[in-house]
């Protein structure tokens, strides 16, 4: 996980040395004396050559110091971090756990009518969620329910102080949960599908054992595994990836701070942010695999 999350950083830091654009002229602006300049990049440590630099971000990042922002002056990367995370975790947690309940329930249902009018029904529709881009899914769900059912608010966000502030989450997180219902609703169709063709599901069967009690007590429990897998990629990425939506509501997370330092070459923010989603990508998916050997024994190391 941690030579992930540096091999990452250093991409990243790579691509930001080449691309074009100066930090320095952009905070100085382009009338500044050269004297100003010069001062403002030696401040920035953009007169050292790029190996020392990533050498010293390297060595601060291990010690837990992601060096300050240069878009927000004075401001430490990670409490730039922490404030983006209180709005970003929480809402790729419930978007992934709206997802993944209602898309495996959806799958279960669909496998239960394989081949069937309401399964061929199920399946479009999960094509059709797969196929709708969030920011026009968010938009359309501000329209129903914030302005004309004004039953949630419709962007923004008040602290969570502020009373009934995980309301304000509501409509983000079902505009992130959409499109991944209909993932895991596919995935499980197809999991369940080929499970229910195996040997311990017709001797299963030719016991005596219910159709419903077949394909919850016995397939959906082997089914887990991919789904599981899929969950811990999903959490990652919504962790990593909100930004569109987190814009077209106006949350202050990560998303925000992403595309601020992006329009401001704000490397330090942009590499705190590399490592948060680089480490959010690692660490689920560590999670995920130490969860295959309590679902399936047959995958523990011996």
Excluded: C
Excluded at 42 to 69: C, F, M, T, Y
């Amino acid at each position: 996980m941690v030579a992930t999350v540096l091999v990452v950083a250093m991409a990243v830091f790579l691509v930001l040395t080449v691309i074009p654009g100066d930090a320095a002229r952009l905070m100085v602006g382009p009338e500044a004396k050269p004297e100003r300049y010069a001062a403002a990049r030696k401040a920035l440590e953009l007169d050292q050559p790029w190996p020392v630099r990533l050498g010293n971000w390297i060595w601060r990042a291990l010690h837990g110091d992601l060096g300050a922002s240069w878009r927000y002056p004075g401001w430490p990367v990670v409490s730039l971090l922490g404030q983006g995370l209180q709005i970003t975790f929480p809402l790729a947690f419930l978007a992934s756990l709206l997802s993944f309940v209602l898309g495996v329930l959806l799958g279960v249902a669909s496998a239960a009518q394989l081949g069937r009018p309401p399964d061929l029904l199920l399946s479009g529709l999960s094509q059709l969620g797969l196929a709708l881009p969030e920011f026009w899914l968010g938009i359309l769900l501000i329209l129903i329910f914030s302005v004309r059912g004004q039953l949630l608010p419709a962007g923004g966000f008040p602290g969570w102080t502020g009373e009934r502030a995980w309301v304000y989450l509501l409509l983000p997180a079902l505009t992130l949960a959409l499109p991944r219902v209909a993932y895991f609703a596919r995935l499980t169709r197809a999991v369940l599908a080929d499970v229910l063709l195996l040997d311990f599901v017709r001797t299963a069967r030719a016991k005596g054992l219910g159709e419903r009690g077949v394909l919850l007590r016995h397939a959906l429990r082997n089914a887990l595994i991919p789904l599981v897998a899929g969950l811990g990629l999903t959490f990652g990425r919504l962790l990593a990836g909100a930004l569109v939506v987190e814009q077209v509501f106006s949350l202050p997370g990560l998303g925000r701070y992403a595309v601020e330092a992006a329009f401001g070459r704000d490397i330090p923010l942009l590499l705190g942010l590399a490592v948060v989603a680089a480490a959010a990508v690692a660490g689920v998916s560590t999670v995920a695999e130490i969860l295959y050997g309590f679902l399936d024994p047959r995958v523990r190391a011996p």
